[in-house]
């Protein structure tokens, strides 16, 4: 092989692992997920979100909250300040494990930093007893 050919491949080979990682770091469409998702697939079921808590939907990167008896919320579980994903629900609070920021159930508003943004809110509706995207 000449010394031209072998550059071409080696850059070839570079050039697709480059793209393979860029995919797998998901290059924002987890931000898109909510959008891309059915909305008849059912995430949760009503009887499983705890009044005043929640519960954490990690393959969909969600929280569902009940902050009120009958009141269901949902958010996206990426916390806004460095990306780590919300690791539980506390005192009525979802708590980052990373720096401990604790966003509120009701609204996903800032309780305690380091983060400064609330949690996104992602639109679920509930039908009966089941709980889709909305």
Do not use: N
């Amino acid at each position: 092989m000449s010394g031209v050919a072998r550059r071409t491949v080696v850059a070839a080979a570079g050039s697709a692992g480059l793209a393979a990682a860029l995919a797998a770091c998901g290059g924002g469409a987890d931000d898109k997920a909510a959008d891309a998702a059915p909305k008849d697939v059912t995430l949760a079921r009503t009887g499983d979100i705890p009044v005043g808590g929640g519960k954490i939907l990690a393959d969909q990167g969600l929280v569902i909250t009940q902050p009120k008896a009958g009141e269901f919320k949902a958010f996206s579980s990426k916390c806004t300040h460095a990306g780590c994903a919300v690791s539980s629900i506390k005192d009525g609070a979802i708590v980052c494990p990373c720096h401990q920021s604790h966003f509120d159930v009701s609204d996903g508003s800032v309780k305690s930093g380091p983060a400064t943004a609330p949690l996104p809110p992602t639109p679920i509706q509930v039908v009966g007893d089941e709980i889709s995207f909305g």
